[in-house]
């Protein structure tokens, strides 16, 4: 009879360490393929994302505010509030939010500007026929500045000047005037439709640094408007008249600032109806508007637009505010 044997195979506690051991190396070298995925992926993706969510809302939130300075309603002592988010969430738990910087800068900052123009109006009313000009000059400065630094998108700054927003980058690429541009022109040589904005900033300096919205507020102390339209009625010496007819007989605008680029590429885009590109128009020091005897002139820091002729208008409006941070 034969016998069967069953062999096994023991283990003693060496090898039981050593298996040990190399299991915690496995696993140490998961977490760490693990934590390292999440360093190179997934901290810059959303700290990316977190970025890009910031420069949309302070974005809508700077036009909000600027499409309020535009409203033809507001009147000296009404103030204009506009939330202004701040900061830039971080990723947790590994870095807190970084604070950003929105500013108001008053008058001697690098941004001034001057309007100065001539009206020319035939009026008739119960005392006969009588013509009155109508000359109007305002200066403007101060400017509206949010600034952030970012790491993973290109870095994108904003500056109001004269209630229009310039988008301006970090880097290499050229500022973009987002407009509203301070000076409309439509119609024919019949008959052309003029309007015009001014916007002034007074008062002190204030800078707002945080992680969290700012709400911000701006004190209209002067708000001067007109809106005059053949064929309407107008206030002179005491008595009232219509408007036969009007014609601009000269105007300048002329600003100031580092942005001079921005506004003339954005002035010729508007009045030209062109696509050229932008290096082609910044490289121009004088061009005229398409169709109407306008000049624009950019040269160093200083940018105009200036007129001078007989233009019938059919309408003309205008309006000037000067605010101040409060």
């Known amino acids: 009879m034969i016998k069967s044997r069953v062999f096994s195979i023991s283990y003693n506690k ?14 140490f070298a998961v ?26 809302q302070n974005k809508g939130a700077i036009g909000s505010l600027i499409s309020d300075l535009h409203s033809n309603t507001i009147a000296a002592g009404s103030t204009i509030s506009a939330s202004i988010p701040l900061g830039i969430s971080g990723v947790s738990i590994f870095s807190q939010p970084v604070d950003t910087q929105f500013a108001i800068l008053p008058q001697g900052t690098s941004f001034s500007a001057s309007l100065s123009l001539s009206l020319f109006m035939n009026l008739t009313g119960s005392k006969g026929n009588t013509t009155h000009y109508l000359n109007l000059s305002y200066n403007i400065a101060g400017e509206m ?15 109001v000047e004269d209630g229009s927003l310039i988008q301006v980058y970090s880097n290499s690429q050229p500022s973009v005037n987002l407009g ?7 119609g024919t040589s019949g008959g052309h439709s003029l309007s015009l904005s001014a ?6 300096s204030e800078i707002f640094s ?10 209209v102390n002067t708000s001067t408007a007109y809106n005059l ?20 007989r000269s105007l300048n605008y002329t600003f100031n600032g580092t942005m001079v680029d921005a506004w003339n590429y954005a002035f010729y885009s508007q009045y030209n109806n062109s696509r050229i590109p932008y290096s082609s128009v910044v490289s ?6 398409a169709g109407e005897p306008l000049i624009a002139t950019a040269k160093g820091s200083t940018f105009s637009v200036t007129y001078s002729g007989n233009m019938l208008l059919d309408s003309y409006s205008s309006q000037y505010l000067v605010c101040q941070g409060e």
């Not at 390292?36 to 949309?56: D, L």
């Not at 916007?199 to 002190?204: A, K, L």
């Not at 992680?211 to 004190?219: D, H």
């Open 14 to 27: 060496e090898d039981k360490g050593v298996a040990e051991v190399i299991g915690v190396i496995l696993l």
């Open 31 to 56: 977490l760490i393929t693990l934590f390292t995925s999440f360093m190179v992926w997934y901290i810059p993706a959303q700290t990316a994302a977190n970025e890009t969510h910031y420069e949309i």
């Open 145 to 159: 500045e949010s600034t952030a630094n970012t790491q993973y998108i290109t870095a994108i700054d904003y500056l």
């Open 180 to 186: 509203p541009l301070p000076l409309g022109l439509t």
């Open 199 to 204: 916007v002034s900033i007074t008062g002190s």
């Open 210 to 219: 945080s992680t969290s919205s700012q709400v911000v507020n701006l004190l």
């Open 229 to 248: 339209l053949n064929g309407s009625s107008i206030s002179f010496a005491g008595s009232s008249y219509t408007i036969d007819n009007m014609s601009l």
């Open 284 to 289: 121009l020091p004088t061009w005229n508007f």
